[in-house]
């Protein structure tokens, strides 16, 4: 089994190549973990900055001291890809990002679409954010990442038109599209911005703003997928084309 991941502000140790991890990280790792001498661990800033290191003891119920080694620095995926995310109702939000984590997506842009049943507003829609801000954060750490999602801001329409308009390939999936993501011509390198919308589906006003910006209509197959599981599958099959997953 694959070390686990546990994240950290520093990677400073004692001198000796000790580092003490505490707080709540490190009573994860000692209380529920249970990680015991000698076993292996993966410190990691979740920004790209990672050490892999060996549980040299555990000490109360809050931390665990690692003997670290060379702390690296993961490249940037390329393409990179960010998928735009209408809001959905209830926890399916959380879902969503949580799927996409683990597919190996590379930022998620929150989206209040004019069909979106949920909107975010003030103290509501900072709570919901930083929902979604941890769920990328624990999926990111179960999935052995260590350059995590970024999850931007709640955007406008007229915030993601602009986002497409500075991307290599911009995409929405919709059902007006003629042409299957699948076969797509995809960039080697540089944004690929997809757009997913809510269970309403994206209107026209909008479909028209984002086709201004240089975005194109695809379908993503047969099925109609909910709008929490068809940014996974499209980044999926967007990540299995590119030969990021290869």
């Known amino acids: 089994m694959t070390a686990p991941v546990f994240v950290v502000g520093h990677f400073d140790t004692d001198g000796g190549g000790r580092y003490?991890?505490?707080?709540?990280?490190?009573?994860?790792?000692?209380?529920?973990?249970?990680?015991?001498?000698?076993?292996?661990?993966?410190?990691?800033?979740?920004?790209?900055?990672?050490?892999?290191?060996?549980?040299?003891?555990?000490?109360?119920k809050d931390r665990l001291i690692v003997r670290l080694g060379e702390v690296v620095e993961e490249p940037v995926e390329s393409p990179r890809l960010t998928v735009v995310q209408a809001l959905p109702k209830g926890d399916r939000g959380e879902l969503a990002v949580e799927t996409m984590t683990e597919v190996g997506v590379d930022a998620v842009v929150p989206w209040s679409a004019s069909r979106c049943v949920t909107q975010w507003r003030g103290e509501r829609g900072l709570k919901a954010l930083g929902k979604w801000r941890a769920t990328a954060r624990e999926a990111g750490k179960q999935s052995r990442r260590v350059r995590f999602p970024e999850v931007a801001d709640a955007a406008t329409t007229r915030q993601v038109a602009s986002l497409l308009a500075e991307a290599e390939f911009a995409a929405v999936l919709h059902e007006s599209g003629t042409e299957p993501l699948a076969t797509a011509g995809l960039p080697a390198s540089g944004d690929i911005v997809l757009v997913v919308g809510p269970e309403g589906g994206v209107s026209p006003e909008e479909l028209a703003v984002f086709e201004e910006a240089g975005a194109r209509a695809f379908r993503l197959g047969r099925s109609v997928l909910r709008t929490s599981t068809a940014g996974t599958a499209a980044g999926a099959l967007l990540l299995g084309r590119t030969g990021r997953w290869s």
């Open 20 to 60: 003490v991890l505490d707080g709540a990280e490190g009573r994860h790792a000692v209380s529920v973990k249970r990680l015991r001498a000698g076993e292996r661990v993966v410190l990691t800033d979740g920004a790209g900055r990672w050490a892999e290191g060996e549980v040299d003891a555990a000490e109360g």
